[in-house]
């Protein structure tokens, strides 16, 4: 079957999608619109922040960790309350969260970026048990973060560089040694965003501009891809009641005239399992 308007809203920039798997909602965000939206059973539902949020992992049923242009917080969706947890780069006028996602192991990597996509002003964290630790520095545009099913490999890309890399991990998450390229798209003209990683730990990537979410085999082979309504398709997200729909945000922001769907949030069925989103150790 063909992918679909999952939600009709307009996002200037859809990213983040998240299947809560206790919930079994999807929330995503619209950095720009400095929003967080969702669906449920009575329909559409958002909240707006002061600044730009982008990513967040699930705490508990009712909790998000969500990050912003200055910090990670604490976000309760049924008080609408939020908790600061931690700065990120709140010092730094320049810079606002990007991609991001929780680990195998409870923690949480994400990635920041130059608001006007300034070169090598982002850097890509973690942050696990009261802990923000940096990563990777010199970043222009984090995007691509998610990790194998069995905890042994995190994947990232810097979008300008058009190559995703494979870093392993301890056994507590950490990176234990250097990253190394599991995919270079410069040949086809392709511009890896976000990404997520089914059961079978296969790796599923939004391609900006292609209009298409495409599949990789561990080995870095393409398998498949899913077309879109929408050019600028900014990152998936695998869910629903059996864990076989794709989800995926887009932008409308830069988005060509001609292209009607631009912003909004699309599913697709496929015949492959996701893995459940890991859940966020405080």
């Given at each position: 079957m063909a992918a679909r308007a999952f939600d009709a809203r307009v996002c200037a920039l859809g990213e983040g999608p998240l299947w809560h798997?206790?919930?079994?909602?999807?929330?995503?965000?619209?950095?720009?619109?400095?929003?967080?939206?969702?669906?449920?059973?009575?329909?559409?539902?958002?909240?707006?922040?002061?600044?730009?949020?982008?990513?967040?992992?699930?705490?508990?049923?009712?909790?998000?960790?969500?990050a912003s242009e200055t910090k990670l917080f604490l976000f309760d969706l049924a008080a609408g309350r939020s908790t600061p947890v931690a700065p990120l780069e709140a010092e730094n006028a320049i810079t606002r969260s990007n991609d991001g996602r929780a680990d195998p192991y409870g923690g949480f990597w994400i990635g920041t970026m130059g608001k006007n996509a300034e070169s090598g002003a982002g850097a890509i964290y973690r942050w696990r048990r009261g802990e923000l630790r940096t990563l990777h520095q010199d970043i222009t545009i984090s995007n691509a973060i998610c990790f194998s099913p069995d905890g042994r490999f995190a994947y990232f890309t810097d979008t300008p560089t058009a190559q995703i890399l494979r870093q392993e991990l301890d056994d507590?998450?950490?990176?234990?040694?250097?990253?190394?390229?599991?995919?270079?798209?410069?040949?086809?003209?392709?511009?890896?965003?976000?990404?997520?990683?089914?059961?079978?730990?296969?790796?599923?990537?939004?391609?900006?501009?292609?209009?298409?979410?495409?599949?990789?085999?561990?080995?870095?082979?393409?398998?498949?891809?899913v077309t879109f309504p929408a050019a600028q398709i900014s990152c998936p997200a695998l869910g629903g009641d059996d864990m076989k729909t794709l989800y995926a945000t887009s932008a409308a922001g830069?988005?060509?005239?001609?292209?009607?769907?631009?912003?909004?949030?699309f599913s697709a069925p496929v015949d492959v399992l996701g893995q459940p989103e890991h859940r966020i150790h405080l």
């Open positions: 798997p206790e919930r079994k909602q999807l929330f995503w965000f619209d950095i720009l619109g400095k929003r967080l939206l969702t669906r449920d059973a009575d329909g559409p539902k958002e909240w707006e922040f002061d600044e730009l949020v982008s990513a967040a992992g699930w705490v508990s049923r009712d909790e998000l960790l969500i507590a998450g950490w990176p234990a040694g250097p990253a190394e390229i599991f995919l270079d798209l410069n040949d086809e003209g392709l511009h890896p965003d976000g990404a997520v990683i089914d059961a079978e730990g296969c790796l599923w990537n939004a391609q900006w501009g292609a209009s298409r979410v495409a599949r990789y085999a561990p080995d870095g082979r393409l398998l498949s891809a830069g988005a060509e005239s001609d292209d009607a769907e631009a912003g909004r949030t």
